[in-house]
């Protein structure tokens, strides 16, 4: 099975934080892998983890960057396949609308969500 697009690995933060902070916490056990991100994954400590763990960040440049990196635009085409997922996502009520009070709670429906998503 194809998993270009569905989760394979998932972390809840808060909703003030930035999702780039945990980044390398979620790609640690990750090799030789293509990783699609958008502009805001562009920080050099990721780039350069992502690197030694041979591993291809296919993630355009910010525009504040002196030298901007080459990016594969045939690659990233397929990141719509990840803003896919969140919308698939979003479609279960309890999700989206977050009933949930517990954040442990809130991650069993978003993990239980996930699975009837790869399972589709």
Not at 24 to 40: C, I, M, S, W, Y
């Amino acid at each position: 099975m194809d998993a270009l697009g569905n989760p394979v690995q998932l972390e809840l933060t808060e909703g003030q934080r930035h999702d780039y902070t945990v980044a390398k916490t979620l790609t640690e056990n990750v090799t030789d892998a293509n990783l699609l991100a958008d502009r805001g994954y562009d920080g050099d400590s990721l780039l350069e983890s992502l690197s030694e763990q041979r591993c291809v960040a296919v993630i355009p440049s910010k525009k504040n960057r002196k030298y901007p990196r080459p990016l594969d635009k045939d690659l990233y085409v397929e990141r719509h396949l990840v803003e896919c997922f969140f919308q698939k996502l979003k479609r279960n009520r309890r999700v989206a609308t977050r009933y949930e009070k517990l954040a442990s709670h809130y991650m069993a429906m978003v993990l239980l969500a996930s699975i009837l998503i790869w399972l589709a």
